[in-house]
């Protein structure tokens, strides 16, 4: 027989040609084979982290390797280094399921989701990984979470139906909805929840047609208690889904189904849906959840990397936060690269490996108080003469304060004598004043407060 070094080497060897470099060299180089007795075989991971990540992304792939180069009735351990210091370790057996002994191994058939369906026997189709418990809730989010979260409890009875959540790719809308499903499953067992993307579902409405099955379709999900659709926008143009559909709807609504709907435009952009259909979408709430912001960035951080155990320094997730905000999932990437980086080459993460992990060096603006008067001046609509004039009327007056203001807080270092010089020559007591003044209103004036919040990300970017 041959030695398990060199069977494992042959496994790496087949899953070298079905992932790419980065991905090989990240996830599977370190993997090491440690032991193969009474047909199981023990393989050591770095860490917890990284078994999570290779049985959620890699596991049907490792399983079909082993049935090839160990047996089809291989069983898989895995060793989990979790103290580097004593390496300690603990054994975690794989999630993904053992072959069927059949005589041969056939790539399995699909099948509708709607043939030979028991009532109470329905796959939901959920990502358990997606739930309320791991949803950050920030500014652009927060109605559409307390929203799903009050469909759960009772749903298609609140005012919430259907549930329309629009938003760029990337921001959260999938996660929610399977997180719908599962607290509703949780909180409903008996419930018949479906979660399905816009395309599979045009997939079976056109394998129906095909098969001249459209009656089943059909009975199967107006039998729902939850139908969950992603990616709706996809059914633009397409005028026989639609029309299905339109009926769904309808039955699913009357009956007191619950609908949740996500999409990557508001309603009134769907250019090629029927408007009988759009109508439907606006009868319950319509909801955007937008990009997220650096404060939601940084819960998303600190929620992540407590749940995997790791330890990063303030500075560097504030960094993170603001440089990468233009999605949770690229956030989320960037942060599993960075893990995976730390984990392989035993590393602390920093800032100069953040900048090498995002491509670019990710240059810190320099903060001038020029630059500060040229931001306030483009927001209130006033020349930098007018900001440095002897003027004391409200539209400029309160300008100028913000900016002696902003200048201290974001120029430290900057003297109050030097401040004043550069804005229209006032003394170091104008500029205290100023900063004193500005720093009180921001207490109790909402709206400026905004206003200045505004101003510092302007002045940041």
């Known amino acids: ?32 084979a440690l032991n193969y ?57 794989t999630s993904a399921p053992m072959p069927k002994n ?3 191994r056939e790539i399995p058939e699909f099948r509708s989701p709607f043939a030979n369906v028991v009532r109470h026997d329905i796959d939901s189709q959920l990502n358990s990984n997606y739930t309320f418990d791991n949803f950050v809730e920030g500014k652009s989010n927060k109605l559409a979470r307390n929203a799903a979260l009050s469909i759960t409890a009772n749903p298609g009875k609140t005012i919430f139906n259907p549930l329309f959540v629009y ?4 921001v959260g809308k999938t996660h929610l909805a399977h997180a719908i499903g599962l607290e509703t499953k949780r909180l409903h067992p008996e419930s018949r929840v479906l979660y399905v993307s816009a395309n599979l ?90 990009r997220p912001d650096s404060t939601l960035c940084k819960a998303i951080l600190q929620s992540k990397i407590y749940r995997d155990g790791y330890k990063i320094n303030e500075e560097v997730i504030d960094f993170i936060a603001e440089n990468v905000n233009e999605t949770i999932r690229d956030l989320e990437g960037v942060l599993i690269s960075l ?18 992990v995002i491509g670019i060096t990710a240059k810190r603006k320099q903060i001038t108080v020029d630059v500060i008067c040229g931001v306030i001046c483009d927001f209130y609509g006033i020349t930098r003469e007018q900001l440095d004039s002897a003027t004391r009327k409200r539209e400029i007056a309160q300008p100028r304060q913000i900016a002696m203001y902003l200048s201290r807080k974001h120029i430290p270092k900057k003297s109050y004598d030097s401040i ?42």
């Open 37 to 93: 007795e009474n047909k199981e075989l023990v393989l050591q991971v770095p860490s917890m982290f990284f078994y999570e990540y290779i049985e959620e992304k890699f596991a049907d792939l490792l399983r079909a390797t082993l049935d090839r180069v160990f047996g089809r009735d291989t069983n898989l351990m895995y060793r989990v280094l979790v103290d580097k210091s004593n390496s300690a370790t603990t054994d975690v057996p």
């Open 339 to 356: 893990l995976a980086h730390s984990t392989i080459n035993d590393e602390e993460i920093t800032i100069p490996l953040v900048e090498k």
């Open 201 to 290: 579902f045009m997939i079976q409405y056109t394998d129906a047609v095909r098969q001249n099955t459209t009656n089943d379709f059909l009975n199967f999900y107006q039998s729902l208690d939850m139908l969950i659709i992603d990616d709706i926008h996809e059914f633009m143009q397409k005028q026989g889904t639609q029309n299905t559909f339109f009926h769904i709807f309808n039955q699913l609504h009357q009956l007191g189904s619950q609908i949740v709907l996500t999409c990557d435009r508001a309603p009134g952009s769907l250019q090629g849906m029927e408007e009988r259909l759009l109508t439907r979408f606006r009868w319950g709430l319509t909801t955007e959840i937008g």
């Open 167 to 170: 938003g760029n790719s990337g």
């Open 1 to 32: 027989m041959k030695s398990l070094e060199k069977l494992w080497e042959n496994c790496l060897e087949i899953i070298h040609d079905n992932v790419s470099e980065d991905v090989f060299t990240t996830w599977f180089k370190p993997v090491i």
């Open 420 to 461: 004043g010089a550069s804005i229209g020559n006032r003394n170091h007591a104008t500029v205290m004043h100023a900063e004193n003044l500005i720093r009180d209103l921001r207490k109790i004036d909402k709206q400026l407060d905004a206003e200045i919040a505004t101003l510092e990300k302007k002045i940041k970017n």
């Open 102 to 104: 059949d005589r041969r």
